[in-house]
């Protein structure tokens, strides 16, 4: 996207809104700080949608410099962990492509008796094992499974921009913001469950019920998303089906091995750094996946291939890193941390937005709640979203007689569709520049499929949510 012809007047509204839109006086209490912030929010998604990935980035980081400070900009956006991680992953993911190590295993499960010729379980599983691994950190998990489809797609043939990667990419994104939330002892499930605690002491959530509730919720969830893009969405996934090995006795090979090992035990000190596993967590967990990552690619580059070179060649690795996509998810780090500050008047502007539905009957007011988080969490921080609207489900399920871990799960389950714009979660922006669909067309597809997921989401949560609570 970052080649095409792009009018000059769409750089000016970019440059307009980074750092001109601060001057405006403030409206609904938005302070000036707020205003400042949200200029460049609004100037990074729309120059994301029709300039590309990098230009619209850096003006918005600069922007929201302006009016954070660039110290604290360059804190929250490049010194971020995420940001961090999401570079010196790139290469441990390209050792398994360099080597065919993910070839192999590709040919392996599409050759399998089990996948040979059902390319909408092949689809099925995948979104399946992102939802599940997407409880130990939801963007690298994504970046994993979409290098990984990657691969799939251009194994098989898919070409860019055809239905199957835009569809599929939104997939893993849904999928992995499922899986955040599937368990509520860590990751972004804990982090819910302590604001839950912190607002409301004195009525604890059932882990039981939680647990069940999510794990029937995610599955039907995932398995609707799949049969949305198959008779709604029409998307052709042939090519995966018709998939046929060219050599059916092919072995792997030495370097293939070393490269899935590497990869393999990447993925398990991973999840050992968050998993309440005692004392090997306390290890792990003080180096966090950063740490984990850059201990590896040292690690690795002492292990030789079968000709006598490195593994892994770090900086050779390094060059393949998009810069649009790593400035996009540095910007998006740094707006999630400030935009939702009290000081910028933006959670009380929100607040406003929903206080005028209060009168309405009980459970009206509750689809219009979810229907609320579902829209504004593609705008802003889904935790943010979360803990905004939690009081009122909190208080409407006594209306209703409902217990509260019912509305939590269903707020919470609800408000994971941030898929519109790469601008709705870290999760999204990464499934959104991948190479294999362009970013504007993604948001297209998404636009469509956000609400087909919600009425589903409702149809599917509410009798669940009333059969358990």
């Given at each position: 996207?970052?080649?095409?012809?792009?009018?000059?007047?769409?750089?000016?509204?970019?440059?307009?809104?980074?750092?001109?839109?601060?001057?405006?006086?403030?409206?609904?209490?938005?302070?000036?700080?707020?205003?400042?912030?949200?200029?460049?929010?609004?100037?990074?998604?729309?120059?994301?949608?029709?300039?590309?990935?990098?230009?619209?980035?850096?003006?918005?980081?600069?922007?929201?410099?302006?009016?954070?400070?660039?110290?604290?900009?360059?804190?929250?956006?490049?010194?971020?962990?995420?940001?961090?991680?999401?570079?010196?992953?790139?290469?441990?993911?390209?050792?398994?492509?360099?080597?065919?190590?993910?070839?192999?295993?590709?040919?392996?499960?599409?050759?399998?008796?089990?996948?040979?010729?059902?390319?909408?379980?092949?689809?099925?599983?995948?979104?399946?094992?992102?939802?599940?691994?997407?409880?130990?950190?939801?963007?690298?998990?994504?970046?994993?499974?979409?290098?990984?489809?990657?691969?799939?797609?251009?194994?098989?043939?898919?070409?860019?921009?055809?239905?199957?990667?835009?569809?599929?990419?939104?997939?893993?994104?849904?999928?992995?913001?499922?899986?955040?939330?599937?368990?509520p002892f860590f990751s972004t499930g804990l982090t819910l469950v302590m604001a839950y605690n912190n607002m409301f002491p004195d009525s604890p959530l059932n882990f039981g019920k939680y647990l069940l509730f999510m794990?029937?919720?995610?599955?039907?969830?995932?398995?609707?998303?799949?049969?949305?893009?198959?008779?709604?969405?029409?998307?052709?996934?042939?090519?995966?089906?018709?998939?046929?090995?060219?050599?059916?006795?092919?072995?792997?090979?030495?370097?293939?091995?070393?490269?899935?090992?590497?990869?393999?035990?990447?993925?398990?000190?991973?999840?050992?750094?968050?998993?309440?596993?005692?004392?090997?967590?306390?290890?792990?967990?003080?180096?966090?996946?950063?740490?984990?990552?850059?201990?590896?690619?040292?690690?690795?580059?002492?292990?030789?291939?079968?000709?006598?070179?490195?593994?892994?060649?770090?900086?050779?690795?390094?060059?393949?890193?998009?810069?649009?996509?790593?400035?996009?998810?540095?910007?998006?780090?740094?707006?999630?941390?400030?935009?939702?500050?009290?000081?910028?008047?933006?959670?009380?502007?929100?607040?406003?937005?929903?206080?005028?539905?209060?009168?309405?009957?009980?459970?009206?007011?509750?689809?219009?709640?979810?229907?609320?988080?579902?829209?504004?969490?593609?705008?802003?921080?889904?935790?943010?979203?979360?803990?905004?609207?939690?009081?009122?489900?909190?208080?409407?399920?006594?209306?209703?007689?409902?217990?509260?871990?019912?509305?939590?799960?269903?707020?919470?389950?609800?408000?994971?569709?941030?898929?519109?714009?790469?601008?709705?979660?870290?999760?999204?922006?990464?499934?959104?520049?991948?190479?294999?669909?362009?970013?504007?067309?993604?948001?297209?597809?998404?636009?469509?499929?956000?609400?087909?997921?919600?009425?589903?989401?409702?149809?599917?949560?509410?009798?669940?949510?009333?059969?358990?609570?």
């Open positions: 996207m970052e080649t095409k012809k792009v009018s000059l007047i769409h750089y000016l509204i970019v440059f307009a809104f980074c750092f001109l839109f601060r001057f405006i006086p403030g409206f609904a209490g938005i302070t000036p700080l707020g205003m400042g912030i949200l200029g460049s929010f609004i100037g990074a998604v729309y120059g994301w949608i029709v300039v590309g990935m990098l230009w619209p980035s850096i003006m918005a980081l600069v922007g929201i410099g302006l009016s954070i400070g660039m110290n604290e900009m360059y804190a929250a956006s490049f010194g971020s962990m995420t940001v961090i991680c999401l570079i010196f992953c790139m290469p441990l993911i390209g050792i398994c492509n360099e080597t065919g190590a993910f070839n192999w295993v590709i040919n392996k499960l599409l050759g399998s008796r089990f996948m040979s010729g059902k390319g909408w379980i092949t689809i099925w599983f995948l979104l399946i094992a992102s939802w599940i691994m997407g409880t130990m950190n939801p963007i690298i998990m994504g970046i994993i499974f979409c290098a990984f489809a990657t691969q799939i797609f251009k194994q098989v043939g898919v070409e860019k921009n055809e239905k199957l990667p835009i569809f599929t990419y939104l997939g893993i994104a849904y999928a992995c913001m499922m899986g955040q939330v599937l368990i794990i029937i919720a995610g599955l039907v969830m995932v398995t609707i998303y799949v049969l949305l893009m198959r008779f709604v969405f029409r998307v052709d996934v042939s090519k995966v089906a018709n998939f046929k090995r060219e050599n059916k006795e092919m072995k792997i090979t030495g370097d293939q091995k070393k490269a899935l090992s590497v990869f393999v035990l990447f993925i398990v000190f991973s999840m050992c750094a968050v998993l309440p596993i005692g004392a090997i967590q306390g290890f792990f967990g003080q180096f966090n996946i950063g740490g984990i990552t850059l201990v590896m690619l040292a690690v690795i580059t002492l292990i030789k291939k079968s000709d006598g070179t490195s593994l892994c060649n770090i900086e050779e690795g390094l060059k393949t890193i998009s810069w649009g996509q790593i400035t996009m998810i540095g910007y998006i780090m740094a707006i999630a941390m400030y935009m939702n500050t009290e000081a910028t008047g933006i959670p009380a502007a929100m607040a406003k937005l929903l206080q005028p539905f209060m009168a309405l009957p009980p459970l009206v007011f509750i689809i219009v709640a979810l229907a609320f988080a579902a829209l504004l969490t593609n705008f802003a921080n889904n935790m943010i979203v979360i803990v905004l609207v939690m009081p009122f489900m909190f208080n409407f399920s006594h209306a209703i007689g409902m217990e509260p871990t019912g509305m939590i799960c269903l707020l919470f389950v609800l408000a994971q569709f941030a898929l519109m714009t790469p601008a709705a979660s870290p999760v999204t922006a990464v499934c959104m520049t991948q190479e294999m669909a362009d970013s504007n067309l993604m948001t297209k597809a998404a636009i469509k499929m956000v609400p087909c997921l919600f009425v589903f989401g409702v149809l599917v949560g509410w009798p669940l949510a009333q059969i358990l609570f």
